[in-house]
């Protein structure tokens, strides 16, 4: 049978007692600081809370049909009820019994028959621990929250700022620009159709973006040269992955950054630069970025020369297996270039796709 005692007085609590005099004992002793409501049985109190939510339950441990026990543990099992504090009412003082009643979930004990001045300080002491719980929760959110919107900032702050030095890589020479977002792209497509993760994926695009950042301390009259270059030019253009790894190697937030740009123009038979890597010495990503910046190079357009025709780009890449490129990453590339039936990769159609 349920019971409810007192006005509203701010904070609600629920007593549950097979005795409908200890309902009221309780009731005595807290209504005049708080509204109390009783319940004589656990599925009566289970039903209660079906429609309201008290802010503190005092529950008998001995009841007929269901135990305090158990109706602490189908408390904890549903979200709206599982942060109730609940204090066990009990006229057995046995130390298994205390400790069975924490181990399901309660807050505290309070013995039976009840004291006035005990009651209420325990009562008093659980509120404001409950209270002081859920604002510590509360708290934890919010910071949570605001650090997540710090992460997602930093984020984006990193995703600009790397969108911004390609840019200012390409804008070096008007006959690349975009290269650096075609060869990021490309080499993300790769990673995903050889099943990498999506960071993996993520970290080779923003490899890719910045593969050619060397190329900032690369005089312009070289970079912008029409026609070839000479001995001392090459070597000079051939410093550019070296100068991008030292640009790069301070960046801890994505480690391993550089890597695409040391070695992306090292080769598959040890014939590249500037380590002269072979073969599996060449980091897996850089291998990717590799094959991808190579197939950009033939599909672009250059100063000294047009986009070359998909035929002949395709013929390349299969003539570079083993020798230029890893013939994994060369199989995807040939695969990506069959299903290109209208040469959508190439810088023309892709310019003209966003103007």
């Not at 600081?33 to 009566?44: I, L, P, Q």
């Not at 008290?54 to 269901?66: A, T």
């Not at 929250?145 to 390609?166: C, H, P, S, Y």
Request: hydrophobic residues 35%.
């Amino acid at each position: 049978m349920e019971h409810t005692f007192g006005d509203s007085l701010g904070h609600t609590i629920l007593v549950v007692d097979d005795s409908d005099v200890n309902i009221e004992i309780a009731a005595k002793i807290l209504q005049p600081f708080y509204k109390v409501s009783g319940c004589t049985s656990g599925k009566e109190a289970l039903q209660y809370m079906e429609e309201q939510l008290p802010d503190l339950i005092l529950l008998d441990i001995h009841m007929p049909e269901m135990s305090g026990f158990e109706v602490v543990r189908q408390l904890k099992q549903k979200e709206k009820t599982c942060q109730i504090p609940v204090i066990f009412l009990t006229a057995d003082v046995e130390r298994d019994t205390e400790m069975r009643g924490f181990e399901v979930g309660a807050m505290d004990f309070i013995t039976k028959p009840l004291s006035k001045d005990i009651t209420l300080r325990r009562v008093g002491r659980v509120m404001e621990l409950s209270h002081l719980q859920r604002h510590l929760e509360h708290e934890v959110e919010k910071q949570t929250e605001k650090a997540r919107q710090r992460k997602e900032q930093v984020e984006r702050l990193i995703d600009q700022m790397i969108n911004a030095l390609a840019n200012a890589i390409d804008a070096k020479d008007a006959y690349t620009n975009g290269h650096s977002v075609r060869v990021a792209a490309y080499s993300r497509e790769i990673a995903r159709r050889l099943g990498k993760s999506e960071k993996e994926q993520e970290d080779i695009y923003y490899m890719g973006l910045l593969h050619d950042i060397g190329k900032i301390g690369i005089p312009d009259e070289i970079i912008k040269k029409a026609s070839g270059l000479n001995a001392d030019e090459y070597t000079a253009i051939k410093e550019h992955p070296a100068i991008g790894a030292k640009i790069l190697h301070g960046i801890t937030e994505i480690p391993g950054l550089d890597t695409g740009v040391r070695w992306h123009h090292e080769r598959y038979d040890g014939k590249g630069y500037p380590d002269g890597l072979k073969g599996e010495e060449i980091p897996e990503l850089a291998r990717i970025i590799g094959i991808a910046d190579a197939y950009d190079a033939m599909a672009s357009k250059r100063s000294y020369r047009d986009v070359l025709p998909q035929n002949v780009v395709r013929e390349e890449i299969r003539k570079g297996k083993n020798v230029q490129f890893d013939p994994r990453f060369a199989d995807v590339m040939l695969q990506m270039i069959d299903e290109d039936v209208d040469y959508q990769m190439c810088q023309q159609e892709k310019e003209k796709k966003k103007s």
